[in-house]
């Protein structure tokens, strides 16, 4: 069974400082993992996926993750925030158990500060 | 443009009255989930269905129905067993095997009670 824990969350930062969010995971096969945005009031949009290959992926506006097995983490950083990254994320974990399922993390609200 | 559409953007019902919801996808998916959303509670999987006339029962599937009569549409109907009906609904799809379960998502239907 798969699992993902979330830790924080909100998370606040001022405008240009450094963005981590944290994401640990549970799998008993190796996993594919999924960092998701939400703005208000809409669905949710893929930043970046982790399935196989080189462990530090990049995403869309600028920010990454590095897949660490060691850890059982996929933390989701951005060297410089902006105002517009005011958001939710989700991190979520898919594995191949005779049928892909997913499950999503419960969510972490960015707040970025002027 | 290829995507996922949900209607409405917001439905308001009335107590006892079963709504449906409609969520309609052109990406040529085989696999379509249903979440509902409440704040500071992440994502929570009411249906899926992986093929055409086929759906299973997700976390929350009580005074919930789906159908999956054709493979570009999965309607929800909210019934009046569903007591806490109102929240915010969303309806994914993917193509589990290729995209490791990477999921697309429609922009959501806010439902309230009155």
């Known amino acids: 069974a798969q699992s993902v824990t979330q830790l924080g969350s909100h998370v606040s930062v001022s405008e240009g400082a450094l963005v981590l969010l944290r994401c640990n995971y549970s799998?008993?096969?190796?996993?594919?993992l999924f960092w998701y945005v939400q703005y208000p009031n809409q669905g949710l949009q893929l930043l970046l996926k982790?399935?196989?290959?080189?462990?530090l992926v990049k995403g869309i506006n600028g920010f990454e993750a590095e897949f660490k097995k060691s850890e059982t983490s996929f933390h989701l950083t951005k060297p410089s925030a902006h105002m517009s990254d005011a958001a939710e994320y989700f991190c979520?974990?898919?594995?191949?158990?005779?049928?892909?399922?997913?499950?999503f993390g419960a969510g972490t609200r960015l707040f970025v500060k002027a | 443009d290829g995507g996922i559409t949900q209607s409405p953007k917001y439905l308001f019902r009335k107590e006892g009255q079963n709504v449906t919801l409609s969520c309609e996808q052109n990406?040529?998916?085989?696999?379509m989930y249903w979440y509902r959303q409440d704040p500071g509670q992440g994502l929570r999987l009411i249906y899926y269905?992986?093929?055409?006339?086929?759906?299973q029962k997700g976390d929350i599937a009580e005074g919930y129905s789906v159908s999956r009569e054709k493979k570009e549409s999965f309607p929800l109907t909210v019934t009046s067993a569903q007591k806490n009906p109102t929240a915010f609904y969303l309806c994914?799809?993917?193509?589990?095997?290729?995209?490791?379960?990477?999921?697309?998502f429609g922009p959501g239907t806010r439902l309230t009670v009155l």
């Open positions: 994914a799809s993917s193509t589990p095997g290729t995209s490791r379960n990477e999921q697309f």
């Open positions: 799998s008993s096969v190796p996993p594919y």
């Open positions: 982790y399935t196989t290959g080189a462990t």
């Open positions: 979520a974990v898919s594995a191949n158990t005779g049928g892909f399922k997913t499950i």
């Open positions: 990406l040529n998916h085989d696999a």
């Open positions: 269905s992986q093929i055409v006339n086929d759906f």
